[in-house]
């Protein structure tokens, strides 16, 4: 089992570039999420998706897109990098039950260290 | 959707010390409360939580206290030992969104 993997580990792009982030999960979660996380910063949810098929914004969707490929799977994109989107990236899920997962533990990838210069 | 406060954001302990970390949260709906516990360079990971239909629960030397009344929640590290020293989270789950607190940095000095 290896849990929640995300891809790449660290990348380096130039304003205006775009990119995907991968991330897949093999828990049989319903729920998954991206976080960024700035440096001496909380964890500000980007995008989640509650179930298959469907997805939301979280706090600062701005920039950013989100496709959940299949139950296993689930994509940020950055359509136009600009710097302040430097930022780790954690992909994340959760298991069934409740509100799609939500009151449940969320289990973390070991996070995409993005910089934008 | 939910407001979470969590106080102190920093928090310097002596080893051997009790450390006490407090989140509030402002949805009375919530029903799951979980702590989050990161190391530098590490993904956060879970290290305890507790449901609304309990006051208070234990593992080891941590612990966690709930208040539905006043909705806040508090997690205890009794004996702190340097392998304690990171950034905990408190994430109260409820209607809204879902929230993280800002985090408290916990520092363990020998």
């Known amino acids: 089992n290896a849990g929640v993997t995300q891809t790449p580990k660290f990348q380096v792009l130039k304003t205006g570039q775009s990119m995907t982030l991968q991330c897949a999960q093999d828990?049989?979660?319903?729920?998954m999420y991206w976080y960024r996380q700035d440096p001496g910063m909380g964890l500000r949810l980007i995008y989640y998706s509650a179930s298959e098929g469907t997805t939301d914004k979280g706090e600062v969707p701005n920039g950013y897109n989100v496709s959940r490929l299949n139950k296993r799977e689930f994509s940020l994109r950055l359509e136009s990098a600009a710097p302040s989107q430097t930022s780790v990236y954690f992909c994340?899920?959760?298991?069934?039950?409740?509100?799609?997962?939500?009151?449940?533990?969320?289990?973390f990838g070991e996070g995409s260290w993005l910089t934008v210069v | 959707g939910e407001n979470v406060e969590q106080h102190p954001s920093t928090l310097s302990v002596q080893e051997g010390d009790s450390a006490v970390i407090k989140c509030t949260y402002s949805?009375?709906?919530?029903?799951?409360f979980p702590w989050y516990k990161q190391e530098l360079g590490k993904r956060p990971q879970l290290i305890i939580d507790?449901?609304?239909?309990?006051g208070e629960k234990k593992d080891q030397r941590i612990a966690v206290t709930l208040n539905k009344t006043a909705k806040h929640f508090s997690l205890h590290i009794t004996e702190t030992q340097p392998e304690d020293s990171a950034v905990y989270f408190c994430a109260p789950r409820g209607r809204g969104k879902l929230q993280f607190g800002a985090g408290t940095q916990v520092v363990v000095t020998p």
């Open positions: 828990m049989n979660h319903n729920s």
């Open positions: 507790i449901r609304s239909n309990v």
């Open positions: 949805d009375s709906a919530s029903n799951y």
């Open positions: 994340a899920s959760s298991g069934s039950g409740g509100t799609g997962g939500f009151g449940n533990t969320i289990y």
